[in-house]
Nanobody, 122 residues
Framework: VQLQASGGGLVQAGDSLNLSCDGS????????MGWFRQAPGEERVFVAA?????????SSLDSVKGRFTISRDGAKSTVYLRINSLKPEDTAVYYC???????????????WGQGTLVTVSS
C-alpha cells in the first residue's frame, strides 16, 4: 500500500480546507485509514480515522472536535479530511496512514504517506 497526501497549503484563519490521501494497491479498501498531524516542535497526534465500512472515530481533543470530518471514496481509493474554521494552531504537517483496525493508536498503522503541510495565518 502506498499513500500520497495532498491538499495542504497556506490558508487564512476561518477558512476551510480539504486534504486528500490517495492510496494504491489492491488491498487499500480493506484498511482503516487515519489522519494524524504534527505541529512544529510537537509530537505527532491522532486526528481521525475511518474503517473500511465507514465507521469513524475522532480525536477527543477540544481543538479538533466538531471541525474535522473524515470520509473515504472506495471507488477512487481516496480518503479525505475536511477542516472547517481553521485556526493558527491547526498549522501542522498532516499525515495519512493505513492500518488493520479502527483505532487512534498510532503504532497500529502500518503504512504512512509523506505528509502535507497546512499553514494557517491569523
Amino acid at each position: 500500500v502506498q499513500l500520497q497526501a495532498s491538499g495542504g497549503g497556506l490558508v487564512q484563519a476561518g477558512d476551510s480546507l480539504n486534504l486528500s490521501c490517495d492510496g494504491s494497491g489492491r488491498t487499500f479498501v480493506s484498511y482503516t485509514m487515519g489522519w494524524f498531524r504534527q505541529a512544529p516542535g510537537e509530537e505527532r497526534v491522532f486526528v481521525a480515522a475511518i474503517s473500511r465500512s465507514g465507521s469513524t472515530i475522532y480525536s477527543s481533543l477540544d481543538s479538533v472536535k466538531g471541525r474535522f470530518t473524515i470520509s473515504r471514496d472506495g471507488a477512487k481509493s481516496t480518503v479525505y479530511l475536511r477542516i472547517n474554521s481553521l485556526k493558527p494552531e491547526d498549522t501542522a504537517v498532516y499525515y495519512c496512514a493505513a492500518g488493520p483496525v479502527l483505532t487512534a493508536r498510532m503504532e497500529t498503522y502500518r503504512y504512512w504517506g509523506q505528509g502535507t503541510l497546512v499553514t494557517v495565518s491569523s
